[in-house]
Every structure is written in C-alpha cells, then in structure tokens.
T-cell receptor
Framework: EDQVTQSPEALRLQEGESSSLNCSYT??????LFWYRQDPGKGPEFLFT???AGEEKEKERLKATLTKKESFLHITAPKPEDSATYLC????????????FGAGTQVVVTP | GAGVSQSPRYKVTKRGQDVALRCDPI?????LYWYRQALGQGPEFLTY????????KSGLPNDRFSAERPEGSISTLTIQRTEQRDSAMYRC?????????????FGPGTRLTVL
C-alpha cells in the first residue's frame, strides 16, 4: 500500500534556528514529489516539484532534496513568516492526476 | 484575482439535504481536481477532470458523491443525502496542461458542516 509519512508532526523553532522536515514515502512508480505550504484558513500554496533522486530545488530560505525513499525540506535561518504547515505529496506514474498527501508538519518560528 | 475560486466558502446544512459545491478554475486551465481535507490532515483526492471528461473518480467515498464539469471550465461537486461524516473542507485545484499535470493550484476551499 502506498504511504506518505511526514515527520515531525510539529516543530517549534527560534528565529534563525535552521532545521529539516522529512517526508518518507513508499510508492510504486514515483513520478514526482511535491512540497506545498499551507497557512491557516488558506489552500495549499505550491513550493517545489522534484522528479529524480539527487535533485535539489531552492527558494529563499527553503531547499528541497529527494532520495529514492524520502525528501527533506531544509529551512535555513527561518523567520516568523515561515510559520506554516508544510505538506508533501507524491504523484505516481500510473495516476498523474492524483496527489497523495502526507499529514503535514506544522512549523512555528518564534522571534 | 486570477486564482481558483470556490463557492460558497461556508455551507451549513442539515443531515439528509443535498449540497452543491462550485469550483471556478484558473482561466484556461485544462485539468481540475477535487480534494477533501480533514482538520490536521493533508488533502485527500476525490476526483479529477481533463476538460469535461472525468478521468479518475476512485477517491469518491460512495455513490452519494458525484462531480461534473460539463463545459470544461466550472465544476460542481454534489453530495446527496448528506451525513455528518461528510463535514470537512472541500478543496478544488486546477492545472494548466493536459500532458503535464504537475503543478496543481488550490482554491480557498468550501467548509461544509452537516448538522
């Protein structure tokens, strides 16, 4: 059975304290892995797509990496505005239209 | 704005009533997706369309749920004979091309409460 597991469930950081979020997956035929950010009361906002092991993508203080079994979202020197829930999702080669999401990691960055 | 819009934003209904939730995708987007999101969880796939054709409805929980997109633009998700367990946030997303589904852009959602 396909699974997407995110850890930790919640993360509390001091401003400037770098950390990493994990998304592990067991999927037959991965086509792509997606990271989204979700603020309270809002819809998920797209961040990155990764397609192959070894691929990395960066945006401001965020960097996403992908291996054959997991993806990491690194937050470097976070600011309070980085507080959000971060969701990862997998897309399979035989069902492109369907994203399977993890439960998310809730990140709180305090000044 | 040019994003995905959904209406109503909030819907309260009584058990047994039918509800219709509407999604207006980003202009020109070929593909449209419906998800359901419980509190503290990620979105759960329900169904999706390319143009007006429903490609995958494997996530619809039972036959009380149906969706249509008759002209390949606006979509309606209908829940018949609502039950309390149907209470959730219903989210719609759209993406630009048929060949590359890749980036799905989400709307603000419709919060459904069944009393």
């Amino acid at each position: 059975e396909d699974q997407v597991t995110q850890s930790p469930e919640a993360l509390r950081l001091q401003e400037g304290e770098s950390s990493s979020l994990n998304c592990s997956y067991t999927v037959s035929g991965l086509r792509g892995l997606f990271w989204y950010r979700q603020d309270p009361g809002k819809g998920p906002e797209f961040l990155f797509t990764l397609y192959s092991a070894g691929e990395e993508k960066e945006k401001e203080r965020l960097k996403a990496t992908l291996t054959k079994k997991e993806s990491f979202l690194h937050i470097t020197a976070p600011k309070p505005e980085d507080s959000a829930t971060y969701l990862c999702a997998v897309q399979k080669t035989d069902s492109w239209g369907k994203l399977q999401f993890g439960a998310g990691t809730q990140v709180v960055v305090t000044p | 704005g040019a994003g995905v819009s959904q209406s109503p934003r909030y819907k309260v209904t009584k058990r047994g009533q039918d509800v219709a939730l509407r999604c207006d995708p980003i202009s020109g987007h070929v593909s449209l997706y419906w998800y359901r999101q419980a509190l503290g969880q990620g979105p759960e796939f329900l169904t999706y369309f390319n143009y007006e054709a429903q490609q995958d409805k494997s996530g619809l929980p039972n036959d009380r749920f149906s969706a249509e997109r008759p002209e390949g633009s606006i979509s309606t998700l209908t829940i018949q004979r609502t039950e309390q367990r149907d209470s959730a946030m219903y989210r719609c997303a759209s993406s630009g091309t048929r060949r590359m589904h890749d980036t799905q852009y989400f709307g603000p959602g419709t919060r459904l409460t069944v009393l």
